[in-house]
C-alpha cells in the first residue's frame, strides 16, 4: 500500500512538472501605441502619423510575430524593434519589414537572437518599437512596449 501511495506521488509530482515548461513556453503579448510626438531624434516625428503595434514574443522558438497597423503615414518603409527608455536613441535590434513602401497592416514572424527574445520578455518597457518613413527615414512614429 505504501507503494502505491508513493509512486501516486510521483506521478503527481512528475505530471505537475511536465506542465509546468508547457506555460512557461506559451507567449508573451506586448503592445505600444506609436505617435509622431514620442520620436525624440532632432528631426521630430510624423505629427500626425499613429500606429499599433500588438507583438507575441515565444522564447522558445525565438520568434516575435507582430501585427502593426498604422495610419497617416503615407511613406512608410520600415519598423523595428530597440533597445531603449523612454527619451532614448538606439540602433534597431530586430526589423520587422523593410520594404519600398509598405501599407499597413504588416503581419508576420520574425526570428531573433534568444537573449534579445529573453530580455524584451522581462522588461518590455526598456524597449521600443517604431516607424521610419521616406520623409523621416529617422522614424515618423516611436512607441514605448508594456506587457497585456
Same mark, same amino acid.
Given at each position: ?33 506609436a505617435t509622431g ?21 515565444? @522564447? ?8 502593426? &497597423? ?12 530597440? &533597445? ?6 538606439? =540602433? ?22 534568444? =537573449? ?5 520578455? @522581462? ?12 520623409? @523621416? ?12
Amino acid at each position: 500500500m505504501k507503494k502505491k501511495v508513493a509512486l501516486a506521488t510521483v506521478l503527481a509530482a512528475l505530471a505537475v512538472a511536465l506542465t509546468i515548461p508547457a506555460f512557461s513556453s506559451a507567449h508573451t503579448v506586448l503592445t505600444a501605441h506609436a505617435t509622431g510626438g514620442q520620436i525624440v531624434n532632432p528631426g521630430g516625428g510624423d505629427p500626425k502619423g499613429a500606429a499599433t503595434f500588438v507583438l507575441k514574443v515565444n @522564447r522558445v522558438k525565438s520568434r516575435i510575430c507582430f501585427n502593426i &497597423k498604422f495610419s497617416k503615414i503615407k511613406d512608410a518603409t520600415s519598423a523595428h524593434l530597440h &533597445k531603449g527608455r523612454a527619451g532614448q536613441i538606439a =540602433r534597431p535590434i530586430v526589423t520587422f519589414f523593410d520594404r519600398g513602401v509598405a501599407n499597413s497592416p504588416q503581419k508576420g514572424c520574425v526570428s531573433a537572437p534568444s =537573449r534579445v527574445v529573453s530580455r524584451l520578455k @522581462r522588461k518590455p518597457a526598456q524597449h521600443y518599437v517604431d516607424i521610419d518613413s521616406r520623409s @523621416r527615414p529617422n522614424g515618423a512614429v516611436r512607441g514605448q512596449l508594456s506587457r497585456n
